[in-house]
C-alpha cells in the first residue's frame, strides 16, 4: 500500500516563534489517523502546510506524490478541506453554495450536478438545500462543510477539530461519519479531544509544542499483543509470574482495580495459553484473559512526561 502523505522534516517559524520543529511522518493510502495535541501545539499549522496554503520554513511535504510547496493548486484539487472554523457564506442556499463550490473545484456541467446530488444524498441534506446556511445548526453546518470538500472525490480529506462546538448527538454522528468516510478515502483527523481520536482514527499522532512524540496504532489488541487479566493473589507474586513467560514485554497494574493487570507480549498465537499456563501453574486465580485496545490516556500521559520531564 502506498503513502498518501510524506511529511519531512517540517519546520515553521512565526517569527521568531517555532510552530513545529523537524516533524516527519507519513500516512498510508486508506488509513484514519488523528493528530492529537492540545491547542497551540501545531497541528492547523501541520494541516495548513498538507494542504498548501502554509509554507514551512523549511523541510518538504508530499500529497498523493504532489510538492505542497512547488504544487499547491495541483495539490488542492486531490485534497478535500475543513478547516476549524469553516468558511461558509450564510446568505447562500445549500443548493447554491455545493454547485458555487463544485465549480471552484474544476467541475463542470454535467459532472458538478452529479457531485452535488452524490454529497446531498450521502450527507442527508435534501431537507435542508432550499435553506440560507446561515440558518442551518451547527451540526447542518458541519455537514455541508464536509459535503464540499468531497465534491471532487479527495484523495485525502482534512478535517481540523471536526467536533468542535458539537453537542453529543452531533459528536457520535460525526464520529460515525469520519469512521463511514474512512472506507473510501485517507482522513486526517486534528483534535485535542483524547476520547474522540481513540474512538474515531485507525492510528493516532502526539503533538506536543511543535514536536511529534510518538506515533500508535490503536489496533493492536487485534494481533493479539496486549491482554487484560483479572487476577487473584499478591501483586508482586503475579507480576513476577507474568515477567517470566517468554514473549511478555511489559506489565503494568491498571490504576484503582487491584487485581486488573495490562500485559504486553510478542504477537504469537500461543500467548493467551502460555499466560494462562503460567498463572494457573503458579496457584493464583485467572477469572479473565481477554484482548484489550491501547490505553491511549497512559500512552499520550507517559510521552507528555517525557517530554516536559514532569516525574511519574
Not at 487473584?232 to 486488573?260: H, I, N, Q
Request: proline share 5%; charged share 25%; hydrophobic share 45%.
Amino acid at each position: 500500500m502506498s503513502d498518501i502523505v510524506v511529511a519531512d522534516r517540517l519546520t515553521k517559524w512565526y517569527g521568531p516563534r517555532l510552530a513545529i520543529h523537524d516533524v516527519s511522518f507519513s500516512i498510508a493510502e486508506g488509513d484514519v489517523i488523528g493528530l492529537l495535541g492540545p491547542n497551540g501545539s501545531g497541528k492547523s499549522t501541520i494541516l495548513r502546510i498538507l494542504t498548501g496554503y502554509l509554507r514551512p520554513s523549511a523541510g518538504t511535504a508530499l500529497v498523493d506524490g504532489l510538492d505542497a510547496l512547488e504544487q499547491p493548486l495541483a495539490l488542492r484539487a486531490r485534497i478535500g478541506y475543513v478547516p476549524e472554523d469553516v468558511p461558509l457564506y450564510d446568505q447562500m442556499r445549500v443548493s447554491e453554495f455545493l454547485p458555487f463550490m463544485a465549480r471552484i473545484k474544476g467541475l463542470g456541467g454535467r459532472a458538478a450536478r452529479a457531485a452535488v446530488e452524490r454529497v446531498v444524498e450521502r450527507f442527508r441534506l435534501g431537507t435542508v438545500r432550499r435553506l440560507q446556511i446561515g440558518k442551518l445548526s451547527r451540526g447542518y453546518r458541519q455537514r455541508v462543510a464536509i459535503a464540499q470538500a468531497l465534491l471532487n472525490e479527495p484523495r485525502l480529506l482534512v478535517l481540523d477539530e471536526p467536533t468542535n462546538g458539537l453537542d453529543p448527538a452531533q459528536i457520535i454522528e460525526m464520529r460515525e461519519l469520519v469512521r463511514e468516510l474512512g472506507g473510501r478515502h485517507t482522513v486526517l483527523v486534528a483534535s485535542h479531544i483524547l476520547t474522540e481520536v481513540e474512538r474515531t482514527v485507525d492510528r493516532v499522532m502526539i503533538l506536543l509544542e511543535g514536536r511529534l512524540l510518538g506515533v500508535q496504532s490503536l489496533r493492536q489488541a487485534e494481533g493479539g499483543r496486549r491482554w487484560r487479566l483479572q487476577v487473584a493473589g499478591p501483586s508482586d507474586g503475579v507480576r513476577a509470574c507474568l515477567a517470566a513467560v517468554p514473549g511478555v514485554r511489559a506489565t503494568r497494574l491498571e490504576a484503582g482495580a487491584v487485581a486488573a493487570w495490562l500485559v504486553e507480549t510478542e504477537a504469537r498465537p500461543d500467548m493467551p495459553e502460555a499466560l494462562a499456563r503460567a498463572l494457573v501453574g503458579a496457584g493464583f486465580g485467572l477469572h479473565e484473559l481477554a484482548p484489550a485496545p491501547i490505553d491511549l490516556e497512559h500512552w499520550f500521559l507517559d510521552l507528555t512526561r517525557q517530554r516536559l520531564q514532569v516525574p511519574a
